[in-house]
């Protein structure tokens, strides 16, 4: 007979609708978190149970989206709950210090947003630039970071240069190096594009465009949750990334990393009660006093204090496995993926480097002999959910695996990728 949880899940109620809890099934009836000592593939297919995603199909495209762990969907929803029974909806201020804590910054270097893309336009409009100033991004651009650039330079003339990603480390710092103008005031480029995974040295990076004077304001959409992340020692200025892919959160959550030394080069276009030291509309003239020193100010409106529970509980998730061991295992999977499309290389191409620096979880290749979309409609049909790659023309399929996936799993694509491509 199904169970509760399996019906539940039938029906596709879910786990996330506060009007529903009385419903869901207890906490205690969740898998218990595997011991760390377990043999490495056994750990990993006991997190895989710590997932209710559904055994149907194998899911390959956490790169668009992450899918969280009960411990999230509780957490979520027990907040949900809490609130929506007693009609506390309290703020969001303890869990800003645990999220700080997670990214290695200071509270008051975080601001909490709601996607990648809300934070790369909070800085492409916040960073003061005029007319003929310079931008770099690069020509792998997600829409996210590629559509607010061009809108400010739609309307206040500034210049965007573009380089193609190159395959290793060293040439993509030379690449950065030799855009570089005296008119550089910016340098936007993702950490790990979306279309081959491919990893910048953001480190150099950031080193080099400070002895510059030049400002690093990164596409963070898939460093966060990905690798072991410290972002004061990376150097950056600004970090923008989400909890929505790697990190394993709520959908609708993210944030912006604001380095402290940084917070005034951003104005804060977009405010709202708690961004201010005070204002008073009655006065004459009317009076906006400043900003809260902390980037706080970015923030505005009603945030979800459930959402931010949610953001915790993925952190915590993260925790108890290990920032360093997840990070270490999604290069493995990606190895061990890379070593078996090596093996197909008469009927594919691999876009995404393979320097190991330069890629840690996504995969991406082009078949030789037919389109991607076919190849992509075909993977689709046994069973396989990955994601198309039209953006820079690459037209690619790409792979993207997490802690969820297994091995076994890796082989049963590769085995369907070799049917498909004979
Ligand atoms: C590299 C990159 N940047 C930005 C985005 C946009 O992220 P969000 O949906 O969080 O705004 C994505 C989403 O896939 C992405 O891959």
């Not at 992509?376 to 690619?396: D, M, S, T, Y």
Request: aromatic share 8%; hydrophobic share 40%.
């Amino acid at each position: 007979m199904a169970s509760r949880r399996t019906f539940l899940h039938h029906l596709g109620l879910g786990l996330s609708l506060p009007g529903l809890a009385a419903f869901a099934p207890p906490a205690t009836s969740r898998p218990p978190f595997p011991s760390p000592n377990l043999e490495e593939e056994a750990y990993w297919k006991a997190i895989r149970h710590q997932f209710p995603l559904r055994n149907n199909r194998i899911y390959l495209n956490n790169g668009t989206f992450g899918p969280a762990p009960y411990s999230v969907l509780d957490a979520l929803q027990q907040s949900s709950l809490d609130i929506n029974t007693s009609g506390e909806y309290g703020n969001s201020d303890a869990e800003r210090v645990q999220l700080a804590q997670f990214f290695g910054i200071k509270t008051t270097e975080l601001s909490i947003t709601h996607n990648t893309t809300e934070g790369i336009n909070i800085l492409a409009w916040g960073i003061p630039l005029q007319a003929g100033d310079e931008v770099i991004l690069t020509s792998h651009e997600h829409a996210g970071n590629a559509l607010p650039w061009l809108n400010r330079a739609k309307y206040d003339g500034i210049v965007l240069r573009i380089f193609e990603p190159k395959a290793t480390q060293a040439e993509n710092l030379n690449e950065v190096q030799k855009l570089i103008s005296t008119k550089t005031k910016v340098i936007a480029i993702p950490h790990v594009t979306c279309t081959t995974g491919l990893v910048f040295p953001i480190p150099e990076i950031c080193n080099l465009a400070k002895s510059r004077g030049i400002l690093t304001a990164i596409d963070g959409a898939h460093g966060a949750g990905t690798f072991n992340l410290d972002l004061t020692s990376m150097g950056c200025d600004f970090y923008a990334g989400c909890f929505h892919k790697w990190m394993l959160g709520p959908s609708g959550t993210a944030f912006l990393y604001v380095r402290e030394e940084s917070l005034e080069n951003l104005r804060p276009v977009m405010i709202g009660g708690h961004s201010d030291t005070g204002w008073d509309i009655s006065s004459t003239p009317p009076t906006l006093t400043g900003y809260v020193p902390s980037a706080r100010r970015f923030d505005y409106g009603t945030q979800s204090k459930a959402l931010a529970v949610g953001m915790v509980a993925a952190t915590e998730f993260h925790a108890q496995i290990g920032k360093n061991r997840i990070e270490t295992r999604l290069q493995t999977l990606n190895q061990y993926l890379m070593d078996g499309l090596l093996e197909l290389n008469s009927k594919l191409d691999i876009l995404t480097p393979l320097e190991k620096e330069s890629r840690i979880a996504l995969l991406t290749f082009r078949p030789k002999n037919m389109s991607y979309q076919v190849c992509g409609n075909e993977l689709g049909k046994a069973g396989f959910r990955i994601r198309q790659v039209p953006e820079g023309k690459i037209n690619a399929i790409r792979v993207s695996t997490h802690v969820y996936n297994t091995k076994e799993e890796v082989d049963e694509f590769l085995d369907a990728l070799t049917r498909i491509l004979t």
